[in-house]
């Protein structure tokens, strides 16, 4: 069956800009979650959903991160105002629920540089 | 707070030979343990999870084993071969995936 896909698969944008990233997660997989990988620094964890909500924010960088998921399947992270500390690559995961229990399957990720 | 340290950073081999990855987390309240590999420009590929009721888990040539008490990890790669070649990543998983940073492998022929 399809995996995780992501949209676009590379962004490059303009300092203040802001961009919409997309992930589509499994079918049937109700836990969806948000990473980001920087140049020199690891994977982090950015947000997280369990169907329509988000019950863990903690990892969003500023007020200027956002999240929303609908029909407990597409999500879309939003980055407002981007600055040059935002480039980096967004990768989404979804798991079966409950999540500690399976394997994140991970999309292939958008590529965004702010120019 | 969770940390999750990887070592070697980079490991270079000739085809051919057995491999041992090591990962180490400093908390041992984890759900499960899992190991990624990482293609240049891809997203992650999962390799292995193991449940943290768990001792190991095989899949072909890779093995992994966890050890919760201790807070350890290896991913052992038999016959290592190039096509093996990539970053491969452990993560524990709290409430989310906590990643180490990695070891980039290369193998030669």
């Known amino acids: 069956g399809a995996g995780v896909s992501q949209s676009p698969s590379n962004k490059v944008t303009e300092k203040g800009k802001d961009v919409e990233l997309r992930c589509d997660p499994i079918?049937?997989?109700?836990?969806l979650y948000w990473y980001r990988q920087s140049l020199g620094q690891g994977l982090e964890f950015l947000i997280y959903?369990?169907?329509?909500?988000?019950?863990?924010k903690s990892g969003l960088p500023s007020d200027r991160f956002s999240a929303e998921r609908t029909g407990g399947s597409v999500s879309t992270l939003t980055i407002q105002r981007t600055q040059q500390e935002d480039s980096a690559v967004y990768l989404c995961?979804?798991?079966?629920?409950?999540?500690?229990?399976?394997?994140?399957?991970f999309g292939p990720g958008t590529r965004l540089t702010v120019t | 707070k969770q940390e999750v340290t990887q070592i070697p950073a980079a490991l270079s081999v000739p085809e051919g030979e057995n491999l041992v990855l090591n990962c180490s987390f400093t908390?041992?309240?984890?759900?499960?343990l899992q190991w990624f590999r990482q293609d240049p420009g891809k997203g992650l590929t999962s390799l292995l999870l193991?449940?943290?009721?768990?001792r190991e888990q095989t899949s072909g040539r890779l093995n992994a084993s966890l050890d919760k008490s201790s807070g350890r990890s290896t991913l052992y790669i038999a016959a290592s071969q190039p096509g093996d070649s990539a970053t491969y990543l452990c993560?524990?998983?709290?409430?989310?995936?906590?990643f180490g940073t990695g070891t980039r492998l290369q193998v030669f022929p």
């Open positions: 995961a979804s798991s079966l629920n409950p999540p500690a229990a399976y394997e994140q399957y």
């Open positions: 079918s049937g997989h109700t836990a």
């Open positions: 959903f369990q169907g329509n909500s988000a019950p863990d």
């Open positions: 908390d041992s309240a984890i759900y499960n």
């Open positions: 193991i449940q943290s009721s768990q």
């Open positions: 993560a524990v998983m709290t409430d989310k995936l906590i």
